[in-house]
């Protein structure tokens, strides 16, 4: 009798997994191929977090598309969400990238639209139930911007909150990592991107144009000292290409995407189950109401 009724607590624990694992594995996590009427299961199963990948439209040097980061920032969050289910915002690509527009096909938004479209884009997610949005740039060009966003979240009260994604080195992959990379100069369009990309896409890699310009220092502005100006980058790498070496490598393309995908698939595990981000914002609100009440 026992046995019986252990063997029929496995089976119905058994179908609650298998309807769980089911329900997961139907429902897309890319935003545009929900359906409206499946829309708010993917809030329920997501627990309200939205990853949305931020990339830009800039040149990245001679042999990468200019949608480089775009295609880098949607596949971590797609291999991040298989893992552990969040929706995923549709292809995002307005950001800062003044400094690239000397460039053929760069797309450079005013400071005034890039803003308004993300914080609008957030109250839009938030309307619709996706509270935890985790920002994941694809883009250098846009930390500055997207840190004062995150910060300019404290200037008024909001009924969402936005995490900026930070993947740092993996302890597990990062001796490999090491053993792989060439460069020793590697940045914008360079070997840790250039290997990624081929990973994701090879046939979007120009391989016949990997070498046709420097990505090398040009150093301009050595003569400054103790200053930050705007065209620091343009007197470096005007080329828009940071990198003495371009030379694609899949394995290592393979472990930057899986560490990064990793690391975002448990900040949005965390994200679900926590709320303490929510509730030290709404704290903090309540008393810049009112700074001089004990
Ligand atoms: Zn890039």
């Not at 009924?159 to 792989?180: C, G, H, M, N, Q």
């Not at 995908?261 to 303490?276: R, S, V």
Request: charged share 20%; hydrophobic share 40%.
């Amino acid at each position: 009798m026992k046995n019986t009724k252990n063997r029929f607590l496995a089976l119905v624990l058994a179908t609650a997994v298998f309807a769980q694992l089911n329900s997961q594995q139907g429902l897309p996590f890319k935003m545009e191929e929900l359906t409206s009427p499946k829309f708010p299961k993917a809030v329920s199963l997501s627990g309200g977090v939205c990853v949305l990948p931020l990339g830009i439209i800039e040149k990245h040097g001679p042999h990468l598309p200019i949608g480089t980061d775009l295609f880098e920032a949607r596949e971590i969050s797609f291999t991040a969400a298989k893992q552990e289910y969040a929706v995923v915002f549709p292809p995002y690509f307005v950001g800062q990238i003044f400094e690239a527009k000397h460039q053929p096909g760069t797309i450079a938004y005013s400071t005034e639209l890039m803003w308004k479209m993300l914080e609008e884009t957030c109250g839009e997610l938030s309307r619709n139930g996706l509270k935890k949005i985790i920002l994941v740039n694809g883009h250098g060009g846009n930390t500055s911007f997207l840190q004062y966003f995150c910060q300019a979240q404290l200037a008024s009260q909001h009924d969402y909150v936005v995490v900026l994604f930070r993947p740092e080195s993996d302890p597990a992959t990062e001796k490999e990592i090491k053993s792989l990379k060439k460069a020793t100069l590697d940045s914008h369009a360079g070997e840790e991107e250039t290997s990624m990309m081929y990973y994701l896409y090879p046939a979007l890699v120009d391989q016949e144009a990997l070498k046709n310009e420097s990505g090398l220092d040009q150093d301009r502005l050595s003569k400054l000292p103790f200053g930050y100006t705007g065209i620091w980058w343009y007197a470096k790498f005007p080329n828009h290409f940071a990198s003495d070496i371009n030379t694609p490598n899949k394995r290592l393309g393979e472990l930057l995407v899986n560490s990064d995908a990793g690391q975002l698939a448990q900040l949005i595990a965390f994200l679900k189950k926590d709320n303490t981000i929510q509730q030290l914002q709404e704290e903090f609100i309540k008393k810049t109401q009112n700074p001089i009440q004990k």
